[in-house]
């Protein structure tokens, strides 16, 4: 299995996929660098680096830029093989297609998680400098971690949803198009900072960035949970059901 | 005789139409299997069913004599394939390429890499990514691909499509190579007579989806060769007077009255003239049977070939 895996990840190298990974991870660390310009608070004080809201402006900035760029990278994978004619001989490995596609998929969940940590570095590093100078406790640091491990997983719950796109367009175009509008009512469901927007499976994962908020109305604990946790759980299975399906069952014609 | 594969009935249908049908195909351990067929035959498609890229809508597959299914994945390790177009990941070089159809393939030495790029004369440009390769080296790359995991059956969709003459030329001597020193046997399609012509050592002739024939290469020349036809009063003593006057032997007796000189087609004349002044009365002689071209082509349906 390993084999398949790396495989897989060998296909990437001198691809685009790497500037995918660096634009989704970029804009988090410029916002991040804006949070901690020293601030001055009315009466002129000198007003401390607050690591809550370091860690809550990367997050909206991430789960702001997943749904695009996750969407683009899984489709590329699947599409790819169709577009550069390699699926025939993909297909004749002596492999089982379920394995070739739960490869694919793990490097899919393993660039989500680069584009996480990548995009959390600087926040980390603001965080490990403020934990030295005794400004910031270990127990908000471990809530930024935490809250980037949630939005990588449950990023990749809508992940073969581009994937069954990519696979069934034979193209990174309609789950581009399937990306955008998933970016769209993002953006719009992140600036209205409405609990329910997590409902929406591409918005699910700005849940655990929500609760890193102080100053939005009804911060803290979100009742809608359980259900947004209900509704990607079953696009992700869905979606997989279907891509397990397309990529077993379904005759292959390459390139056409 | 071992099988290294057959096919039986093998259909496809794609609604009403059918696109392959009933075909039985036997391909023996050590044959250089030419599989012929104008475009739209069907030999792609009949090649995407024997490597499971799409499903049959009925017949079976059995590989190296081995019943069926199951033991396909097995049956892959030992099958090097190009279908239809020797695909590669652009953004990468060929050796990368390579790389990965090892590591899929799950074979340890990273040396057979250089050592098939070799073989196929792309050793030079190893390094090169394979977005700026063109068709020809694509085509040559897919070769050194399928071979990398020692195959002993190679199948390949026309191989030589995009080599210019002199590189079908080197692609025909490394196939006769392959087949002689190392054993491997093959099936290569082609819409084109000619290509195979100086390769195959068994044809398959496909046309609309049926299998029309499945001959011996040397029994396909024999069948499709030119022969003076004679008709005499007497053909015992014709013959007689052939062997004696014109060292003749390579004639058969084709009927009552009637033989097929492969001899001396270009000397009908002295063919008449010496079983005249022996006695003979000739009642006809004319120039018969195909070239293989036109043989083909007659199976065919007489549409031209390219
Ligand atoms: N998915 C499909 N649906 C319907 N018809 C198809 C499909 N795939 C192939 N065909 C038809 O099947 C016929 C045989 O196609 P195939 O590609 O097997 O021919 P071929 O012998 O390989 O020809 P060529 O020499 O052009 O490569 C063609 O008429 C083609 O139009
Ligand atoms: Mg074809």
Redesign the pocket.
């Known amino acids: 299995m390993f084999n398949v895996f790396y495989a897989e990840l060998l296909k990437l190298k001198h691809s685009r996929m790497f500037w995918l990974v660096l634009v989704g991870a970029l804009p988090a660390n410029l916002i991040t660098l804006f949070v901690m310009m020293p601030k001055v608070s009315m009466d002129g004080a000198r007003v401390g680096v607050d690591m809550m809201y370091v860690f809550y402006r990367q997050g909206m900035m991430l789960v702001m830029m997943g749904p695009s760029m996750f969407t683009i990278m899984a489709a590329y994978i699947f599409a790819r093989e169709y577009q550069e004619r390699t699926i025939n001989q993909l297909f004749s490995y002596p492999i089982s297609r379920i394995r070739i596609l739960a490869a694919k998929l793990s490097v899919v969940f393993a660039l989500i998680a680069v584009t996480a940590a990548l995009s959390s570095i600087l926040a980390l590093g603001v965080g490990v400098v403020q934990l030295i100078k005794q400004n910031a406790e270990w127990n908000t640091i471990w809530l930024g971690i935490r809250m980037n491990l949630m939005v990588i997983v449950l990023s990749f719950g809508t992940v073969p949803v581009a994937a069954a796109f990519g696979m069934a367009g034979k193209s990174v175009i309609p789950a581009a198009v399937v990306g955008s509008f998933a970016t769209i009512v993002t953006v719009i469901g992140e600036i209205g900072h409405g609990r329910q927007s997590i409902l929406f499976p591409w918005l699910t994962s700005y849940g655990p960035v929500r609760r890193m908020a102080q100053e939005i109305a009804q911060a803290g604990s979100n009742p809608y949970e359980p259900t947004a946790a209900l509704i990607l759980t079953v696009v992700f299975l869905v979606s997989l059901t279907y891509c397990l399906f397309h990529y077993v069952r379904t005759?292959v014609?390459s390139g056409s | 005789m071992s099988y290294v594969l057959r096919t039986r009935h093998l259909t496809k249908r794609?609604g009403q139409?059918a696109?392959v049908q009933d075909l039985n195909m036997n391909v023996r351990a050590g044959d250089i299997y030419g599989f012929l067929?104008?475009?739209?035959?069907?030999?792609?498609?009949?090649l995407r069913m024997i490597m499971g890229l799409i499903r049959p809508t009925a017949g079976e597959i059995e590989w190296f004599g081995e019943g069926r299914a199951g033991e396909r994945a097995r049956a892959f390790e030992r099958v090097g394939a190009i279908i239809e177009y020797p695909g590669f990941y652009l953004n990468l070089s060929a050796a990368d390429n390579l790389e990965i159809h090892r590591r899929l393939m799950g074979m340890g030495n990273k040396e057979a890499i250089d050592d098939v790029l070799t073989t196929v004369g792309l050793i030079g440009a190893k390094r090169q990514k394979v977005k700026s390769y063109s068709l020809g080296m694509k085509q040559r790359l897919g070769i050194a691909r399928a071979l990398l995991h020692h195959p002993e059956l190679l199948i390949l969709?026309?191989p030589t499509n995009g080599l210019d003459p002199g590189g079908i030329k080197e692609i025909r001597q490394l196939f006769l190579r392959l087949a002689k020193q190392r054993g491997i046997t093959f099936i290569i399609?082609s819409?084109l007579l000619s290509e195979i012509e100086q390769l195959a050592t068994r044809v398959g002739i496909?046309h609309q989806g049926k299998l029309l024939e499945e001959i011996d290469y040397e029994a396909l020349q024999r069948k499709s060769r030119r022969y003076l036809e004679i008709k005499v009063d007497d053909e015992r003593r014709a013959a007689y007077i052939l062997e004696q006057q014109l060292n003749a032997s390579d004639y058969v007796a084709a009927g009552p009255g009637v033989l097929h000189l492969y001899e001396h087609l270009d000397r009908a004349a002295d063919v008449n003239y010496t079983l005249a002044t022996h006695g003979i009365g000739v009642k006809g002689i004319a120039l018969s049977g195909d070239k293989l071209e036109d043989y083909f082509l007659k199976m065919t349906g007489g549409d031209p070939l390219v």
């Not at chain 2, 067929?37 to 009949?46: E, I, Y």
């Open positions: 005759d014609h | 794609y139409k696109i067929g104008q475009n739209g035959a069907g030999k792609t498609t009949t969709d026309e399609s819409h496909i």
